[in-house]
Nanobody
Framework: QVHLVESGGGSVETGGSLRLSCEAS???????????MAWFRQAPGQAREGIAR????????TYSQPMNGRFSISRDIDKNSVYLQMNDLKSDDSATYFC???????????WGQGTQVTVSS
């Protein structure tokens, strides 16, 4: 059974930074070049929004331009993990952040439970 477990969420002031982590178990991130791990987020009353995904090769795909330059995705194949570094956080970044995993360009097969990020001024 596949599990994705996020960590690193919390409360931060506007302009602050957070680093989210997600570790997968039961799924081998490095097993193929088509495997990716990704980050999404969802604010209350809004649709889930993709942030970025990163393939096991290191190739990244950014879903959302407004976050480009403030957020960066990285991975550690040996730890079966993906990370999201978030800088210069704004109140609009407050949301539940989800880790996901999948392959090719398919919609993710697997999802974590989410970690809450709250940005306050």
């Amino acid at each position: 059974q596949v599990h994705l477990v996020e960590s690193g969420g919390g409360s931060v002031e506007t302009g602050g930074s957070l680093r989210l982590s997600c570790e997968a178990s039961g799924w081998n991130y490095g097993a193929g070049s088509a495997h990716y791990m990704a980050w999404f987020r969802q604010a209350p009353g809004q649709a889930r929004e993709g942030i970025a995904r990163i393939y096991s090769t290191g190739r990244t795909v950014t879903y959302s331009q407004p976050m480009n330059g403030r957020f960066s995705i990285s991975r550690d194949i040996d730890k079966n993990s993906v990370y999201l570094q978030m800088n210069d956080l704004k109140s609009d970044d407050s949301a539940t952040y989800f880790c996901a995993a999948g392959e090719w360009d398919d919609y993710p097969h697997y999802w974590g439970q989410g970690t809450q990020v709250t940005v306050s001024s």
